[in-house]
């Protein structure tokens, strides 16, 4: 890539992945691996979508873990990412951050510049802060409150200027301040529905995998696992990690048995096949 972001030179990554089936592989090991993000550790699903849309905005694999995150169930992308992703597109001309005033009356301004195109400025000051409630706020607004003001103009202004490039991402400083939504559960009915009797899912995904005798039908599993792991969300019925584990694992050892077996097979018995 030639975005100055995921490029490191002449370097050539060790991990190239080019097929969904080494993106499955990848998430997997990175979701164990324990040098990923918490949001991400012991969800290879989360790491998938992360990876793929950190490569629709032209970000590496690790980039993507790193600077992607999830925050009130909408995805952002950190605000050192976004600047970096703007800076090295090809229709940046410049952006300018600074922070004027004290105190009270401090506002950051940042003048994002596209090719061809008028400036765009974006200002946010402790007024706007605090009519948003966020300047007496605690965490990030108490401990760096010039950091926070610089990146929520920061913000506005790039996703003004350059919307194109950001595919509709806000910051994720932006989104922590987010107020998160809550949905009424409260039931709407009296009568009691009878107990669902766990669903064993090892067991029936072990059965399942058993009866695959090529790679297809096995990525044909996976995508079932994807579903019934999605259904079981929607239905307040989420499966625990330690399942989703252990059943991900089981379709990565019957493929790899399979490819095993695939390159192990005489050339003669392919042709007579």
């Known amino acids: 890539m030639s975005n100055a972001l995921t490029s490191a030179g002449n370097h ?15 998430s997997s090991i990175a979701a164990k691996s324990g040098m990923v993000p918490q949001a991400y550790a012991n969800k290879p699903e989360a790491v998938l979508i992360a990876v793929q849309m950190g490569s629709e905005l032209g970000l590496a694999p690790l980039q ?6 999830v925050i009130n169930g909408r995805p952002s ?43 765009v400025e974006s200002r946010f000051s402790v007024d ?13 607004w108490k401990q760096y409150p010039k950091r926070m003001l610089q990146m929520r103009a920061r913000g506005f202004a790039l996703r003004d200027a350059f919307p194109d490039v950001l595919r509709g991402l806000i910051s994720a400083e932006e ?3 987010m107020p998160q939504q ?38 044909g599993e996976w ?18 990690e330690e399942v989703q584990s252990a059943v991900q694992d ?9 490819e095993a077996t695939a390159a192990q097979t005489p050339v003669e018995e392919l042709v007579d096949a």
């Open 128 to 140: 706007d802060a605090s009519s948003a409630g966020l300047w007496n706020k605690q965490g990030p």
């Open 182 to 219: 809550t949905i009424d559960v409260t039931p709407t009915q009296s009568r009691v529905d009878p107990p669902r009797l766990p669903v064993d899912h090892i067991a029936l995904f072990r059965d399942r995998l058993a009866k695959c005798d090529d790679l297809r039908s096995v990525d």
């Open 175 to 177: 989104a922590q301040d």
């Open 77 to 119: 992308v950190w605000g050192d990412a976004l600047l970096g992703l703007v800076k090295a597109s090809p229709v940046c001309d410049d952006v300018v951050e600074r922070l004027e005033g004290e105190g009270g009356k401090m506002v950051a301004i940042c003048t994002a510049k596209r090719k061809g195109k008028s400036p």
């Open 223 to 240: 995508g079932r696992w994807q579903t019934t792991i999605k259904r079981a969300e929607e239905a307040d019925r989420a499966i625990s």
């Open 250 to 258: 089981m379709i990565a050892e019957r493929r790899a048995e399979l």
């Open 12 to 26: 050539t990554p060790a991990i190239q992945i080019s097929t969904f089936d080494q993106l499955m592989r990848f």
């Open 64 to 69: 993507s873990l790193q600077n992607i995150a």
